[in-house]
């Protein structure tokens, strides 16, 4: 009886859209990496990318939308402003904030579909 398990099946994927990678990250690209990532692991946040995957909102609209208080969404901004996942145009007294800009809408979209896809059995 053959104990291996079925090669075919375990597979990792090498249908890579874009150029492949041709090497490992420096140290200092890798804690920019994680750093980046660790401001994505707040769920408030991913809530606040997702209103502004759909447009460009205000604060008291965002608010409204993740059923969080002005204060709390303004903060979760600045951090994501920090990171360069959200920018911000001001008209007249009014501020709207957008994501920065095709990448982050495009991370976005590849996260929630990735988590959308059925789970593979074994």
Not at 31 to 58: K, T
Request: net charge negative; charged share 30%; with cysteine.
């Amino acid at each position: 009886m053959n104990n291996r398990p079925d090669l075919q099946a375990n597979q990792c994927s090498e249908n890579h859209d874009d150029s492949p990678v041709t090497a490992i990250l420096s140290l200092e690209k890798a804690q920019r990496m994680a750093e980046f990532f660790g401001v994505l692991g707040d769920p408030n946040r991913w809530r606040i990318l997702s209103a502004l995957a759909m447009g460009e909102h205000r604060v008291r609209d965002l608010a409204a939308a993740v059923d969080m208080s002005e204060s709390a969404v303004s903060h979760q901004l600045r951090i994501l402003r920090t990171m360069r996942l959200v920018s911000y145009r001001k008209r007249g007294r009014n501020v709207f904030y957008c994501l920065k800009d095709d990448h982050i809408f495009n991370l976005y979209r590849e996260a929630s579909e990735h988590l959308d896809e059925p789970p593979e059995v074994e």
